[in-house]
């Protein structure tokens, strides 16, 4: 819809028929509920990481994304209005966010976005394989962040990981990664020491 007509103006609109935002809603309620009743019973199949990843689970997680596009699409199409009914805010806490950044001052404060991949095996007889896909998005992590900087964008951080997303600002798991480091240098420098200079074992 343009957002040079009547529903966008600056003029009160008046009367305004709420029923097919009112279906929008239903629809997005109902799935919901499925979505309980089905995660409960997942859950009860098996664990929680296993429960996550449910065909059953994923499948319902789509139809309710799908549905809030139809929630957002009814309000604006009925009011011109870009309702933000999607974000998670938490309460009643005062503390510090586990992971807050330090932002500049005057700038708002940071966000973690993730980007995700469900990568299979190459076909027999590719060169590929799965480190390398560790250092190609590696390789874009590096132009996103660049881009993001040119475009005026402060990023506190950034990384990239296998398996499960980065907890930035985790301390304990900065520790183990600088410890995985340090033993891959270690055994490195061992290796180099028992080479010979021309290039054979001693």
Known sequence: MSHEDATHGPAPLGSVDPEPMHRAVDALAAALHEYVQTAVGVRAEFGASEADEDPRVLALESRVGTLNAAVFDAL?????????????????????????????????????????????????????????????????GGDVAQRLFDGGYEVAEWATSRGAAVEFGDDDLDDELDDELDDELDDKLDDEDGDDPLGGAR
Do not use: I, K, R
Not at 81 to 107: F, K, N, Q, Y
Not at 108 to 133: C, N
């Open 76 to 140: 604006h199409d009925g009011l011109g209005m870009h309702p933000d009914l999607t974000s998670s805010v938490w309460e009643g806490d005062d503390e510090e966010p586990e992971h807050a950044h330090d932002a500049p001052e005057g700038a708002v404060p940071a966000e973690v976005f993730y980007l995700g991949f469900v990568v299979a095996d190459p076909a027999p007889g590719s060169p590929g394989t799965l480190d390398g896909v560790v250092e190609l998005l590696d390789e874009a």
